[in-house]
C-alpha cells in the first residue's frame, strides 16, 4: 500500500514508513501494481497523478475532524485528526498554524512560507533582493540590510508560533519543520504526520468497504 | 522652501507643514521656482524627480547618525536623527522597524509592508488569493481560509513591533502607520516625522552653506 499526499509544490509518498517526494510533473510510475490511496490539495497536481494512478483512492471522504473551520486544507485535516491536544505547524510553501485541545480543531493561521518571504522582498525593492542569513543568533542586533532582512522573517515567524502555543507542545511538519523546530523546547518534528492521519482514515476505509 | 523625500513608490512632498504624495511618473512641475531639497531610496525614482527639478539639493550628507548599521535607508536614517528614544516604524511597501536609545540607533529589522503579503498568498497558491479582512478582532480564533489569512498577517506583524518595543514609545510614519499605530497604547502616528529630519538636515546645510 502507497500514501500520497499531493501539495501545491510537490507529491509526499509514504510507503511502510519510508517517505520520499516527486514533481507532479516528473511521476514515477514504478510502483504502478500497488493499492494507492491519495489526498490533494492541489487540482493541478492531482489531474497529474490521477494520470498515472487512475485506480487511486481518495481519502479525503474518511478523515474526520471536530472543527468549524470552513475550508480547512485536507492535509492540515489529516495531521490534525491524529493530535488530540496541540499546536500543528507545517512549514512548507506556506506555514499553517493549528491549534487542537481535547480533540477538537479550534482554529488556524496561515503565514507565508521562508521561501515566499525570500521572494517577496525582493519585489519590494532592488536594494532587499539578498539571500537572507537563517543560521543568525536571534539575539543579535542586524547591523545591516541582510541581518534586518533575516531576522525579520525568523523572528516574526518564531515570535507567532511561540505566542500561538501558550506552552503546549508544538507538532512541525514540512519542508522547513526541522529547521524550525529546534528553536522551540516543547516541539517535536516528524514527517510522517500527515501519513499517521492518512494510515488512519485508510483503517476507516476498510471498516467501511469491508 | 520644499521638501521630498523619493521612496520606491510616490514621492512624499511637504511645504510649510502640508504634505502631499506624487508618482515618480507623473510629477507636477509647479512647485519649480522653489528652492527644493530631497533625499531619496530609488535611483529610477530619483532620476525622474532631477529631470523635473534639476537644482534639488541632496540633503543625504547633512543628515547624522550616531549606528553601526551599514546600510541604513536615508529615509530611516532621517526619522531615527530626531528620535533619541523609542522604536521607529515606517509602515510602507516595506515595514522598517528601527530601535533608538540615548539618541543611538541601536539596528533595525525589515518586513514585508501588509500589500506585499497580499499579493504573495495569491502567488503560494490558488486557494489562498484572496482579500484579506484587517478589520478583524485580533483575538478572533480563525475560521476560514480568509481570517486565518488576514489575522496571520496581522498578528506575526503586530506581535513583531511588540516584542521589539518591550514598553518603549513607538513612532509610526509611512501609508499603513496610522492603521498600525492604533493597535498599540504607547504609539504615536506622525507621517511628517522623515520631513523632522530633513528639516534638522536643512538646518545643518544653511549652517554650512551660509
Known amino acids: 500500500m502507497i500514501l500520497c499526499d499531493i501539495g501545491n509544490t510537490f507529491l509526499h ?10 514533481k507532479a510533473n516528473k511521476i514515477s510510475t514504478r510502483h504502478f501494481e500497488n493499492e494507492i490511496f491519495y489526498i490533494s490539495v492541489s487540482c493541478k497536481s492531482e489531474e497529474s497523478f490521477l494520470r498515472c494512478f ?6 479525503a471522504p474518511y478523515i474526520e475532524l471536530d472543527t468549524t473551520y470552513v475550508g480547512l486544507g485536507i492535509d492540515r485535516k489529516s495531521i490534525c485528526s491524529v493530535i488530540a491536544d496541540g499546536i500543528i505547524v507545517d512549514a512548507g510553501s506556506a506555514i499553517t ?9 479550534l482554529g488556524g493561521y496561515i503565514l507565508p512560507g521562508v ?12 536594494r532587499l533582493n539578498l539571500m537572507p542569513d537563517l543560521s ?15 531576522l525579520g522573517i525568523l523572528k516574526s515567524i518564531i515570535g507567532f ?3 500561538q502555543s501558550c506552552g503546549k507542545k508544538i507538532y512541525f511538519s ?5 529547521f524550525f523546530s529546534k528553536f522551540f523546547k516543547n516541539s517535536i518534528y516528524n514527517e510522517i504526520l500527515v ?9 476507516k476505509y476498510r471498516e467501511i468497504h469491508s
Chains 1, 2 share one sequence.
Open 161 to 163: 508560533i511561540q505566542e
Open 13 to 22: 509518498f509514504y510507503q511502510d514508513g519510508r517517505v520520499w517526494k516527486e
Open 54 to 59: 487512475p485506480h487511486a483512492i481518495l481519502l
Open 97 to 105: 498554524i493549528d491549534i487542537m485541545q481535547d480533540g477538537s480543531h
Open 174 to 178: 514540512g519542508g522547513d519543520g526541522k
Open 136 to 150: 543568525l543568533d536571534l539575539d543579535l542586533m542586524p547591523q545591516n540590510t541582510k541581518e534586518a532582512i533575516s
Open 195 to 203: 501519513f499517521k492521519g492518512m494510515l488512519k482514515a485508510v483503517e
Open 115 to 126: 521561501g515566499s518571504y525570500l521572494k517577496l522582498y525582493s519585489e519590494i525593492s532592488e
